[in-house]
Protein backbone atom coordinates (compact mmCIF):
# COMPACT_ATOMS: atom_id res chain seq x y z
CA UNK A 1 0.00 0.00 0.00
CA UNK A 2 2.47 2.69 0.92
CA UNK A 3 4.66 1.95 -2.39
CA UNK A 4 1.24 2.37 -4.60
CA UNK A 5 0.98 5.69 -2.60
CA UNK A 6 4.10 6.65 -3.09
CA UNK A 7 4.24 6.02 -7.01
CA UNK A 8 1.07 8.09 -7.04
CA UNK A 9 2.79 10.99 -5.44
CA UNK A 10 5.89 10.93 -7.66
CA UNK A 11 3.66 10.52 -10.92
CA UNK A 12 1.94 13.72 -9.81
CA UNK A 13 4.95 15.63 -9.14
CA UNK A 14 6.32 14.40 -12.06
CA UNK A 15 2.69 15.64 -14.01
CA UNK A 16 2.94 18.60 -12.38
CA UNK A 17 6.27 19.50 -12.94
CA UNK A 18 5.95 18.86 -17.11
CA UNK A 19 2.64 21.06 -17.23
CA UNK A 20 4.27 23.78 -15.09
CA UNK A 21 7.31 23.38 -17.83
CA UNK A 22 4.97 23.28 -20.92
CA UNK A 23 3.23 26.04 -20.35
CA UNK A 24 6.27 28.37 -19.67
CA UNK A 25 7.75 27.20 -22.94
CA UNK A 26 4.84 28.30 -24.74
CA UNK A 27 4.88 32.07 -22.72
CA UNK A 28 8.36 31.87 -24.04
CA UNK A 29 7.27 31.34 -27.43
CA UNK A 30 4.33 34.31 -27.34
CA UNK A 31 6.88 35.84 -25.38
CA UNK A 32 6.15 40.10 -26.27
CA UNK A 33 9.23 42.39 -26.18
CA UNK A 34 8.82 45.50 -23.99
CA UNK A 35 11.16 48.16 -22.90
CA UNK A 36 14.61 46.62 -21.22
CA UNK A 37 14.86 43.34 -23.62
CA UNK A 38 18.07 43.30 -25.57
CA UNK A 39 17.56 42.05 -29.36
CA UNK A 40 20.03 41.70 -32.65
CA UNK A 41 18.85 41.45 -35.84
CA UNK A 42 20.45 40.18 -38.73
CA UNK A 43 19.85 41.19 -41.79
CA UNK A 44 20.95 38.24 -44.46
CA UNK A 45 23.67 39.92 -47.20
CA UNK A 46 23.09 43.17 -46.00
CA UNK A 47 25.37 43.88 -42.70
CA UNK A 48 25.13 47.56 -42.72
CA UNK A 49 21.86 46.80 -41.56
CA UNK A 50 22.77 44.29 -38.55
CA UNK A 51 21.78 45.24 -35.32
CA UNK A 52 23.72 43.68 -32.33
CA UNK A 53 22.75 43.81 -29.10
CA UNK A 54 20.54 46.58 -29.31
CA UNK A 55 18.38 47.50 -26.16
CA UNK A 56 14.36 48.18 -26.73
CA UNK A 57 14.05 52.05 -25.51
CA UNK A 58 11.64 53.21 -22.86
CA UNK A 59 9.26 54.16 -25.89
CA UNK A 60 9.51 50.74 -27.13
CA UNK A 61 11.45 51.66 -30.36
CA UNK A 62 14.97 50.41 -31.69
CA UNK A 63 16.73 52.45 -34.30
CA UNK A 64 17.08 50.35 -37.31
CA UNK A 65 19.56 51.61 -40.44
CA UNK A 66 17.78 53.44 -43.60
CA UNK A 67 14.22 53.05 -41.47
CA UNK A 68 15.14 54.95 -38.28
CA UNK A 69 13.02 54.57 -35.42
CA UNK A 70 10.92 51.81 -35.70
CA UNK A 71 7.81 50.54 -32.77
CA UNK A 72 8.64 46.86 -31.86
CA UNK A 73 7.25 47.03 -28.12
CA UNK A 74 4.17 44.34 -27.47
CA UNK A 75 5.25 42.61 -30.41
CA UNK A 76 6.33 39.04 -30.36
CA UNK A 77 9.78 38.24 -32.32
CA UNK A 78 8.02 36.77 -35.61
CA UNK A 79 5.74 39.78 -35.47
CA UNK A 80 9.00 42.00 -35.17
CA UNK A 81 10.31 40.14 -38.05
CA UNK A 82 7.42 40.74 -40.64
CA UNK A 83 6.93 44.17 -39.46
CA UNK A 84 10.73 44.89 -40.50
CA UNK A 85 10.66 42.86 -43.35
CA UNK A 86 7.88 44.73 -45.01
CA UNK A 87 9.46 48.12 -43.81
CA UNK A 88 12.26 47.31 -45.64
CA UNK A 89 10.79 46.16 -48.51
CA UNK A 90 9.12 49.43 -48.70
CA UNK A 91 11.71 50.87 -51.81
CA UNK A 92 14.96 49.62 -49.07
CA UNK A 93 15.32 46.03 -50.05
CA UNK A 94 13.84 43.60 -53.32
CA UNK A 95 13.88 40.21 -50.80
CA UNK A 96 14.58 40.81 -47.30
CA UNK A 97 15.89 37.87 -45.04
CA UNK A 98 15.95 38.58 -41.46
CA UNK A 99 16.67 37.06 -38.20
CA UNK A 100 15.58 38.62 -34.67
CA UNK A 101 16.75 37.34 -31.53
CA UNK A 102 16.47 37.90 -28.10
CA UNK A 103 19.83 38.50 -26.14
CA UNK A 104 18.58 39.30 -22.82
CA UNK A 105 15.21 39.32 -21.77
CA UNK A 106 14.22 42.37 -19.31
CA UNK A 107 14.87 41.16 -15.18
CA UNK A 108 12.52 39.62 -12.85
CA UNK A 109 12.31 41.43 -9.81
CA UNK A 110 12.25 39.52 -6.02
CA UNK A 111 11.59 41.50 -2.53
CA UNK A 112 10.35 41.02 0.82
CA UNK A 113 12.34 38.07 3.23
CA UNK A 114 15.26 36.82 1.02
CA UNK A 115 18.95 38.06 1.77
CA UNK A 116 19.45 39.84 -1.42
CA UNK A 117 16.22 41.66 -2.49
CA UNK A 118 16.41 43.14 -6.24
CA UNK A 119 16.19 43.12 -10.10
CA UNK A 120 18.08 40.24 -11.82
CA UNK A 121 18.52 38.60 -15.32
CA UNK A 122 15.93 36.16 -16.48
CA UNK A 123 17.06 33.21 -17.76
CA UNK A 124 14.77 30.42 -18.99
CA UNK A 125 13.22 27.44 -17.17
CA UNK A 126 13.31 30.13 -14.07
CA UNK A 127 11.09 29.12 -10.73
CA UNK A 128 10.09 30.81 -7.75
CA UNK A 129 12.11 28.36 -5.93
CA UNK A 130 15.66 29.20 -8.53
CA UNK A 131 14.51 33.16 -8.22
CA UNK A 132 14.99 32.75 -4.10
CA UNK A 133 18.25 30.50 -4.72
CA UNK A 134 19.44 33.26 -6.69
CA UNK A 135 18.66 36.20 -4.41
CA UNK A 136 20.18 34.31 -1.72
CA UNK A 137 17.43 32.45 -0.25
CA UNK A 138 14.70 33.07 2.36
CA UNK A 139 15.53 34.79 5.41
CA UNK A 140 15.02 33.54 9.21
CA UNK A 141 12.04 35.34 9.18
CA UNK A 142 10.66 34.06 6.10
CA UNK A 143 7.29 32.75 5.27
CA UNK A 144 8.05 29.78 3.16
CA UNK A 145 4.52 29.35 2.04
CA UNK A 146 3.52 32.87 1.96
CA UNK A 147 4.97 33.69 -1.63
CA UNK A 148 2.92 36.18 -3.76
CA UNK A 149 3.85 36.82 -7.34
CA UNK A 150 2.21 39.70 -9.85
CA UNK A 151 3.10 39.38 -13.64
CA UNK A 152 4.23 42.51 -15.16
CA UNK A 153 0.97 42.49 -17.88
CA UNK A 154 -1.42 41.94 -15.12
CA UNK A 155 -0.39 44.64 -12.49
CA UNK A 156 -3.53 44.00 -9.88
CA UNK A 157 -3.56 40.36 -9.96
CA UNK A 158 -1.22 39.36 -7.30
CA UNK A 159 -1.37 35.80 -7.23
CA UNK A 160 -0.10 33.44 -4.52
CA UNK A 161 2.89 31.63 -6.00
CA UNK A 162 3.94 27.71 -5.48
CA UNK A 163 7.77 27.16 -4.71
CA UNK A 164 7.52 25.47 -8.68
CA UNK A 165 5.68 27.88 -10.10
CA UNK A 166 7.37 29.38 -13.19
CA UNK A 167 8.87 33.10 -13.51
CA UNK A 168 8.57 35.43 -16.22
CA UNK A 169 10.53 38.38 -17.02
CA UNK A 170 9.61 41.82 -15.43
CA UNK A 171 7.42 39.44 -12.59
CA UNK A 172 7.02 41.04 -8.97
CA UNK A 173 8.26 38.31 -6.75
CA UNK A 174 7.28 38.75 -3.30
CA UNK A 175 8.08 36.62 0.24
CA UNK A 176 6.05 37.45 3.50
CA UNK A 177 7.08 37.49 6.88
CA UNK A 178 6.72 34.70 9.06
CA UNK A 179 3.67 35.50 12.13
CA UNK A 180 5.22 32.18 13.99
Known amino acids: MKTHTLVALLLGLIITLVNSTLSTAQEINDYRLATEDQISVTVFNEPDLNLVEVRIS ?14 IADLTVTEVENKLTKLLLQGYLKKPNLTVTINEYRPFYIGGEVREPGSYPFRQGLTVQKAIAIAGGFTERASKSAISMVNEKEERNIQQAKLVDGVMPGDVITISESFF
Open 58 to 71: ASGTISMPLLGQVS
